[in-house]
């Protein structure tokens, strides 16, 4: 072996040696806190991404809600895929009972559970024409009267759409919130409670997506990039959790 190669070797040995010494201190350090103090976490997710967005593509109220049913059990990539002509076609309440189910179902066959999501999208649209006009309604009772619309969807439109200061618990606000210690409860309605108590409404509702977004792209539900998280050091379960 050459000495340069040597020498690169013993460089790596030495640089592998340091992070993992990084890591254990940086574990270390988040075994010893219950949880993450709020302010300085949030402090850090609005340096991070100061004014975060919601990842599905709509143009109207009524497709972002249209979207948010669409997007249970699967990605809003795909959502976006399969809608985002439609969308700026101008998909509205009377284009989707136009469409009818066969024809939603065309537009939304490759998304998890298509054939029940294409007959809630025209119940959606035949109940919004008969009851508000065709508008999406402000009113949380209201919304979750709408066929396939539960808690979770409710909370992101009234979020989204009228700036409430909600928390919709889906499983990565639910994976996240967890290992950074903020609940322990078993259901997502648990955990709502658990963490509407804790944080502050001036933070909601950017700190639904804030927790959305590091678990789609960093606090994955298997190997998360813990050495990649700008909440590392303050995270209790940094670099403890393998899958
Ligand atoms: S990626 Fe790691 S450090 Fe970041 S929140 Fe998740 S478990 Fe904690």
Sequence with gaps: MSVSRVSAKSSATLRSKSQSKAKSKVAAAGKKRAKVPLDEMFARFAEHNPNPRCELYYTTDFQLLLSVMLSAQTTDKSVNAAVTAAYDAGLDPKGVIKLGAEGMLKLIRRIGLAPTKAKRAVAIAQQLLEKYDGKVPSQREALEA??????????????????????????????????????????PDACEQRLMAQIDKKYLPRAHHWFILLGRYTCKAIKPLCDQCFLADVCPSAFTVSK
């Design 146 to 187: 709408l066929p396939g619309v539960g808690r979770k969807t409710a909370n992101v439109v009234l979020a989204e759409i009228f700036g409430e200061p909600t928390l919709a618990v889906d499983t990565h606000v639910f994976r996240v919130t967890q290992r950074l210690g903020l609940h322990n409860e078993k259901t």
